[in-house]
């Protein structure tokens, strides 16, 4: 499998997208987001996307930011018609506006539809954590592909929820997760790998545990709540991300069809300095961290890690290192750049 810098993936992807049809700009911030998914070793939401991505831009299934229009708004919040938006950009943008609404009014919450694909969730909270707000996103997005507890129909979306807070070390601490056992990408790469998905992720039509991923992908299976077999907690909490993520938004909540298409999401920011100094907030935050690390760990741990912290080791080792890639992405991205005829870079 090729092993390549997160530079060369920023450059070559960047220009692809450029080519495309994407300003500059958006394109830096659509290709930095992929290939730092990927240094935070979530690769089912980095740079294997990009040609998904980039055919749909050439089919004008996405477009540009900018055309987006503002459907409702209040002082404190907005809800936004994407109108097809390169959905990774917007999101950013949400965040950062109801950032803005927060700094003026202690809470901000942005609404969105008809967004294509935001990527990874974990990236956008730290928008806020890094200007001293609480940021959380719920998204009821996805393919519903997720069976409710006792079922095994597909019926949600893996509707995932990403939180991120201010610390001292200026690290922001974050959490993202998602309300099924995985986010549908991470069989993909399972299959890209010729691997079976692990035990307790996927259930057949009759019940029965299944680790086949082409099962998965050609619908034959759904995936079960966050708890695997016991997934009540998962699928309540999938529930109620539904109910804000897609209701509030407009998009619409899972159904056959939801009302204006589902995955629609709320970004919000709260401001900390409306409750307590951030410096004394911090402390509180370095104080919790402590007493949690201090723990004694069990047999085959070494550390105790904080929401986010794994990722950001990942990620200093993949930046020295390189991103290791399955054969079959590369090829894809390849064919991507030749779609637009970008040529692709040579790679050891």
């Known amino acids: 499998m090729p092993v390549i810098s997160h530079a060369t993936l920023l450059d070559f992807g960047g220009a692809i997208f450029e080519a495309a049809g994407v300003p500059a700009d958006q394109a830096r911030t659509a290709v ?12 089912s939401h980095g740079i294997m996307r990009l040609p998904i991505y980039t055919r749909a831009l050439l089919k004008g299934d996405i477009v540009p930011v900018g055309g987006q229009k503002i459907v409702r708004e209040t002082p404190a919040s907005a809800v936004l018609d994407a109108n097809r938006s390169f959905g990774i950009v917007l999101a950013y943008h949400a965040m950062q506006m109801a950032v803005d609404k ?19 969730l974990g990236a956008f909270p730290p928008v806020a954590a890094e200007q001293d707000c609480i940021g959380i996103l719920m998204l009821n997005g996805g393919g519903r592909f997720t069976a409710p507890f006792g079922g095994t129909g597909r019926r949600l979306p893996p509707n995932p929820i990403a939180i991120s807070v201010p610390t001292e070390s200026g690290v922001p601490m974050m959490l993202d997760i998602t309300t099924s ?34 099962l998965f992908l050609s619908g034959e299976a759904a995936m079960l709540p966050l ?13 109620m991300i539904d109910a804000i993520a897609g209701a509030l938004s407009w998009a619409g909540c899972s159904a056959d069809p939801p ?4 995955s629609g999401y709320l970004a919000l920011a709260i401001k900390i300095e409306s409750f ?15 007493w949690v690390k201090s723990s004694p760990t069990m047999p085959g741990f070494k550390k105790i890690y ?15 290192e390189g991103i290791t890639l399955e ?22």
Do not use: F
Request: charged share 25%; net charge negative.
């Open 259 to 262: 009302t204006r298409g589902g």
């Open 306 to 320: 904080l929401p986010g912290e794994l990722e950001q080791e990942i990620k200093a080792q993949r930046e020295a």
């Open 276 to 290: 307590i100094d951030v410096a004394e907030y911090k402390r509180e935050v370095q104080r919790l961290i402590d």
């Open 181 to 214: 056992m995985a986010a549908g990408g991470k069989v993909e790469v399972y299959k890209a790998r010729g691997k079976p998905v692990p035990d307790g992720w996927l259930v057949d039509k009759d019940g029965n545990l299944v680790t086949d991923p082409q």
């Open 327 to 348: 054969e079959s992405t590369w090829a894809n991205i390849v064919e991507a750049g030749e779609l637009v005829k970008v040529k692709a870079p040579e790679i050891g």
């Open 102 to 120: 927060a700094k003026d009014h202690t809470l901000g919450a942005v609404a969105v539809h008809h967004c294509s694909h935001i990527g990874r």
């Open 227 to 239: 708890g695997g077999p016991s997934g009540h907690k998962g699928y309540g909490l999938a529930m």
């Open 32 to 43: 930095g987001h992929l290939v730092e998914a990927n240094l935070m070793g979530h690769d």
